[in-house]
């Protein structure tokens, strides 16, 4: 642990994964934005700056370390595991496919894409999603149909992907906004061509779900005038 005056306060071995920390110094200036590292063998190194202490305040710093040597393992999202486990994403994975033995195959396509990091990203973005409280449900819960282009400007990639969206979720992102602790902020759109609107979410400190609108683009899903949305992972 590390203070705002680039002082070490704290360099020690720890055997368990949670750690409080007493009496810290506080300067109530720029010397109480401490960094917080972390290290172990086999692992890279994390850490998270500003981490601003108050007097009387319990800051919670959460790290991950990741294995330096490592690989995607999908035995437990298979498309069979999936209808199991997320009923729900399978479900929304399955729009618009034939059959669902085409949804299978269209899912276990991406599978193989970029060493399985386009299926990490739907997953992963899609969990996220699922755990980001709007005024009324979950982002995941507006989501119709993805869209499974593998070329063009809403092809599927390694940080995002396309959905027919309730145009609902864009009004409930916009009543987040105003809640006493927003959890989203505008975001520009002008770098996406045909979008209208974007908006970040901004509860974490490095890494958030965007959701960008393209209202021009709409479809009809099952009676619901829906609208296309780009969503992705965006790094602060």
């Not at 195959?105 to 386009?118: K, S, T, V």
């Not at 902020?185 to 908006?199: E, K, M, R």
Request: glycine share 8%.
């Amino acid at each position: 642990m590390i203070d705002g005056n680039q002082k070490t306060w704290s360099r020690e071995f720890h055997d368990r994964s949670s750690v409080f920390f007493t009496g810290l110094p506080l300067f109530n200036n720029f010397g109480d934005d401490d960094t917080f590292l972390a290290s172990a063998d086999g692992y890279k190194d994390a850490g998270f700056q500003p981490v601003v202490l108050a007097a009387n305040v319990d800051q919670i710093v959460d790290l991950m370390l990741i294995p330096k040597s490592n690989y995607l393992n999908f035995a437990d999202a298979t498309w069979t595991a999936l209808g199991t486990s997320r009923p729900g994403l399978n479900a929304l994975l399955g729009d618009g496919a034939s059959s669902d033995e085409a949804a299978a195959q269209r899912y276990g396509d991406i599978l193989e894409d970029d060493g399985g990091l386009i299926l990490a990203c739907l997953l992963n973005i899609t969990t996220a999603m699922s755990q980001i409280q709007l005024p009324q449900r979950t982002p995941l819960d507006y989501l119709k149909r993805v869209v499974w282009d593998r070329e063009g400007p809403f092809a599927m990639e390694q940080d995002r992907f396309f959905v027919w969206a309730d145009p609902e979720l864009k009004e409930q992102i916009k009543q987040a906004k105003q809640q006493p602790h927003p959890k989203f902020a505008d975001a520009p759109f002008v770098l996406h061509p045909g979008a209208t609107s974007s908006y970040k979410e901004i509860e974490f400190g490095e890494a958030n779900v965007q959701f960008t609108f393209h209202e021009n683009d709409r479809l009809e899903i099952n009676g619901v005038n829906c609208v296309l949305s780009g969503t992705r992972h965006r790094l602060f």
